[in-house]
C-alpha cells in the first residue's frame, strides 16, 4: 500500500464506515489506520480478544474500537463491526483487512462500480486486479474456493475469499454472519446470493508480505474449512 | 447355560445404570421424557446382553435377518443422531455466546485519539471498565 497514494485520494463519503476485524495486530494495524483515516472518516476497529497491545495501538488513531472478551474469530467481529455501524446510521459499509494487504484507494472504484450498477455489494476480486506476491499454493486454494462457491452456492465469482467487500445500508442489513471463523467469507456469499440483491465484482490491489503470509490463514485450513461449511448445509 | 464373562460383567453393570436411572427419575433429578428414555434404554441393553436371541426374533419382526445387523444399524442411527444433537446444542452455545460478546463490545464501545467516549453515563462506566 503506497502512502503517497492514499495521501492524495479523495476522502470517501460522510456516511461510509470502513469495518475492521483485527486480532494481535499490535505491529500491523497502526499503519493501515494511518492510511484509512487519510481518506475515511468513520472506522471501527473490533478487537477480537487480542493477547497483546492492539487496542492501545488502535486508540492512538481517530477511531472506534470495539472489544471483543474472547477471541470468537473474524467472521464474529465483522458482524460486530458492520452491527455496530448500521446503528450508527452507516449508509454504506466497507468490510477490510487488518494485515495492510489491501490498498484504501480501492474503495472509489468499488463505490464508483457500486454506484454505476445500482448494486448493493461491490467485492473486491484480485484476480481482476492484482495479487503481488501470491503464492502459487495460495492462488490454488483460492482458485478452488472459487469452484467450490460455484458448486455448492451456486454463485460465479472470480474471487470467493477476498476481505474487501462494499456494501449498502441494505445490502448490509441482510447478512448475518453466524459462522464466527473462516467460514463467513463463504457464507456472506451465500446470502448474498440469497438476497436477491445486485453484486458487482471489482478489480483490487492485495500485496502479499512474509509477515502478512505468516500471520494469515493457512491454505492447509481450506479442506476442514469446506468441510464445516457442508456440515452446516446438511444440519440447518 | 452358562452365561459368558462379557455377560457376567457387563449385565450387573448395566443393571446398576438402569437403578441408577429409575432414582433420579424418582426423584426428579432428569426431565420426566429424558428419564424414561434412559431407564427403557439402560433395561433393554442389559436384557439384550443377557437374552442375546432376543435380538433375532426382534430382527425377525422388522425384516433384518440377523440379530447382530439389528443392532449394528441401530448402533448407527444411535451414533448419527447423537453426532447431530450434540452438534445443534454447541451451535446454539456458540451463536448465544457470540451475542453476549457482542452485546458487551457495541456497550462498550471507545472512540480513539482526542474523541469524546461514547457514552458517559453512570452504567456504562461500571460495566466497561478498563
Redesign the interface.
Known amino acids: 500500500m503506497n502512502s503517497e497514494t492514499v495521501k492524495d485520494a479523495a476522502a470517501l463519503p460522510e456516511g461510509l464506515w470502513v469495518v475492521i476485524a483485527a486480532y494481535n495486530e499490535q505491529r500491523r494495524i497502526g499503519a493501515v489506520l494511518k492510511n484509512l483515516s487519510r481518506i475515511a472518516k468513520n472506522i471501527?476497529v473490533?478487537d477480537d480478544g487480542s493477547r497483546d497491545e492492539t487496542a492501545q495501538e488502535?486508540?492512538?488513531?481517530?477511531?472506534?474500537?470495539?472489544?471483543?472478551?474472547?477471541n470468537?474469530g473474524q467472521g464474529?467481529s465483522l458482524?460486530?463491526g458492520i452491527?455496530?455501524a448500521i446503528?450508527q446510521g452507516a449508509e454504506y459499509i466497507v468490510t477490510f483487512d487488518a494485515d495492510g494487504q489491501h490498498d484504501p484507494t480501492d474503495i472509489h472504484a468499488m463505490l464508483d462500480a457500486l454506484n454505476a450498477n445500482s448494486a448493493d455489494y461491490a467485492l473486491g476480486s484480485r484476480f481482476l486486479g492484482e495479487a503481488a506476491g501470491i503464492p502459487f499454493f495460495r492462488k490454488l486454494v483460492l482458485r478452488s474456493a472459487v469452484f467450490f462457491t460455484r458448486i455448492v452456492f451456486g454463485v460465479s465469482l472470480t474471487d470467493a475469499h477476498n476481505g474487501i467487500r462494499l456494501m449498502t445500508r441494505r445490502g448490509a442489513e441482510r447478512i448475518q454472519i453466524?459462522l464466527?471463523r473462516m467460514e463467513h467469507a463463504s457464507e456472506i456469499v451465500e446470502q448474498i446470493a440469497e438476497s436477491g440483491l445486485k453484486y458487482v465484482e471489482v478489480p483490487v490491489h492485495i500485496t502479499y508480505t512474509a509477515d502478512s503470509l505468516a500471520k494469515g490463514q493457512k491454505s492447509s485450513a481450506a479442506i476442514s474449512l469446506a468441510i464445516k461449511l457442508l456440515?452446516e448445509k446438511v444440519?440447518r | 447355560m452358562n452365561p459368558s464373562l462379557f455377560q457376567l460383567i457387563f449385565v450387573p453393570l448395566i443393571a446398576i445404570l438402569a437403578i441408577h436411572a429409575v432414582l433420579r427419575l424418582w426423584l426428579h433429578r432428569v426431565p420426566r421424557r429424558w428419564g424414561i428414555l434412559q431407564v427403557v434404554a439402560w433395561t433393554a441393553a442389559a436384557y439384550l446382553i443377557a437374552e442375546p436371541d432376543a435380538t433375532l426374533v426382534l430382527a425377525g419382526w422388522v425384516g433384518i435377518g440377523r440379530g447382530t445387523d439389528l443392532i449394528l444399524y441401530l448402533a448407527v442411527l444411535g451414533g448419527l443422531f447423537a453426532c447431530?444433537y450434540f452438534?445443534?446444542r454447541y451451535?446454539r452455545i456458540?451463536?448465544l455466546?457470540?451475542k453476549l460478546?457482542?452485546h458487551?463490545?457495541?456497550d462498550?464501545?471507545?472512540?480513539?485519539?482526542?474523541?469524546p467516549p461514547?457514552m458517559e453515563d453512570d452504567v456504562h462506566s461500571v460495566i466497561c471498565k478498563g
Open positions: 471501527v473490533v488502535i486508540l492512538r488513531h481517530p477511531v472506534w474500537l470495539l472489544r471483543h472478551v474472547a470468537l464474529a458482524q460486530t452491527s455496530f446503528r453466524t464466527n456440515i444440519v | 447431530y452438534y445443534d451451535r456458540e451463536i455466546l457470540t460478546v457482542r458487551d463490545a457495541i462498550c464501545a471507545k472512540k480513539g485519539d482526542d474523541s461514547a
